[in-house]
């Protein structure tokens, strides 16, 4: 049995346990254990244990993996809110000329940042990662594209 097993073995009740008191969809809860777990998979080469012990790791890697979820989840209502109130498939072309005008008037790091954000599903820190900016930069740059998009919206 190799380590991503004994971790597994040892530790998926636990962090079952700690997303199911975070999270009440039981989809969602499924979904993020194995989030969790791939993960940890993943980053298993990077673990150091004499920096910090296999339950802090998980545990760690758990609570990010359930904070990344919130703020995906926050952060997709707000875009919801602000930009459209219909579905994507209910646009009409003109609301979709409409956004893509929107999208082109923001500087070009904001919106490849709201594209690969929103379109691929990325937390915004991972977006960051992708786009090699700190995590800081993305959120602040995120934050006045969403502005210059309600502002667009909001003048129509």
Same mark, same amino acid.
């Given at each position: 049995?190799?380590?991503?097993? !004994?971790?597994?073995?040892?530790?998926? *009740?636990? $962090?079952? /346990?700690?997303?199911?008191? &975070?999270? !009440?969809?039981?989809? =969602? $809860?499924? *979904?993020?254990? #194995? +989030?969790?777990?791939?993960?940890? $998979? !993943?980053?298993?080469?990077?673990? =150091?244990?004499? &920096?910090? #012990?296999? #339950?802090?790791?998980?545990?760690?890697?758990? %609570?990010?993996?359930?904070? @990344?979820?919130?703020?995906? %989840? %926050?952060?997709?209502?707000?875009?919801? @809110?602000?930009?459209?109130?219909? !579905?994507?498939?209910?646009?009409? =072309?003109?609301?979709?000329? #409409?956004?893509?005008? /929107?999208?082109?008037?923001?500087?070009? &790091?904001?919106?490849?940042?709201?594209?690969?954000?929103?379109?691929?599903?990325?937390?915004?820190?991972?977006?960051?990662?992708?786009?090699?900016?700190?995590?800081?930069?993305?959120?602040?740059?995120?934050?006045? /594209?969403?502005?210059?998009?309600? +502002?667009?919206?909001?003048?129509?």
């Amino acid at each position: 049995m190799n380590t991503a097993e !004994q971790i597994y073995l040892q530790y998926h *009740d636990k $962090v079952r /346990a700690y997303v199911r008191g &975070k999270i !009440q969809d039981l989809h =969602d $809860v499924e *979904d993020l254990v #194995s +989030a969790v777990f791939m993960k940890i $998979v !993943q980053k298993l080469d990077s673990y =150091d244990p004499a &920096k910090v #012990s296999v #339950s802090t790791w998980v545990y760690t890697i758990t %609570r990010n993996t359930v904070t @990344d979820h919130f703020r995906t %989840r %926050r952060t997709l209502v707000a875009l919801e @809110d602000y930009m459209v109130d219909e !579905q994507p498939e209910e646009l009409t =072309d003109d609301e979709l000329d #409409s956004l893509a005008d /929107a999208l082109l008037a923001l500087r070009e &790091k904001a919106r490849d940042l709201i594209v690969l954000h929103y379109y691929t599903g990325h937390t915004l820190k991972e977006t960051a990662e992708m786009m090699g900016m700190s995590y800081i930069n993305a959120k602040v740059i995120h934050k006045k /594209a969403l502005e210059s998009l309600r +502002a667009f919206f909001a003048a129509r």
